[in-house]
Each structure stands twice: as C-alpha cells, then as structure tokens.
C-alpha cells in the first residue's frame, strides 16, 4: 500500500474533492479516468498531455501503462508513473484505484457501499476519501502525545 505521508493525503482529498465538484471525468480517458485525475495533482501534467503521452507509447488503458511501466525508459507515461511513485504510491495501489478494488480500503466502508463502480462519479470520490483517511490513520498511528494529568493547579488556574 501507499507510503502515508502528507503531500499524498492532500493530493488525494484534493483529487476527490475536484471530481465531486465537477472536475471532468470520464473512466476511458487515461487523463480524466481514476488514475488520470489523480495523476493530475500529483504530477501537475494535464489531462490532455497525459493521454496524449498514453497514447503515443501504443499501450492501453492504466493497468498496461503499469504493466509495461520501465523507471528508467524515459518515456513520458513512464515519467509520470515515476512521479506517482515518488509521492508513495506502488503500482498495485494505481491497478485498484482505477477499478476501485483495494479491499483494505473497502472493507472501511459500510456494507452496503463496498461494491463500487469503477466508473460512476460518486463511488470514486468515496473510495479516494476514503483511502486518504485509511493513509492518514497510518500516518498518525505511531505519534504518541503526552498524557496530562490534571490537578487541582490546573482546574483553578
């Protein structure tokens, strides 16, 4: 799973907000689908310039891109999916972004919201929200804070 930190969480939560709000989406453009919008925050790339640079390397949808993803090719889809690594994704975490299948992060969500569709609008900003909640959790998980004990100085002061 993804390395929590915090420029992820913000990207995410930014990424789901802007999709509920009208971001343009469309699951069969490689700049606009699950992983498109994503990579658009993360990367700062367009839509338009990521499925242009998809297409032009000949390989289909994101699940291919990964497939045949070489950190050292130069190619720019593969520039870009160094950069969502970079941020701590993996590439497992991109293949169940784009078809909402992460069972860690569906198993979060209530009963009668785990069967998502991988592409309908409102099932991705959930399953993205909640993923960032899930990294979030991680994140703050090992910070202990100090325990106060109160006393009477506290209670008049």
Known sequence: MARPNLDLISA???TARKIEQGSPY???HMGSCNCGNLA???TKWTKAEIHAHALANGRGDWNEQLNDYCPTSGLPMDVLINEMMDAGLDSDDLKHLERLSDV???YRLPENKRYLRHNFRDDVVLYINEWANL???QLLAPIQLPRFEWT???VHA
């Open 12 to 14: 995410l939560r930014r």
């Open 152 to 154: 009477e100085e506290f």
């Open 135 to 137: 990294l979030e959790e």
């Open 104 to 106: 860690r992060i569906l």
């Open 26 to 28: 469309q699951w069969g």
């Open 40 to 42: 658009q925050e993360i």
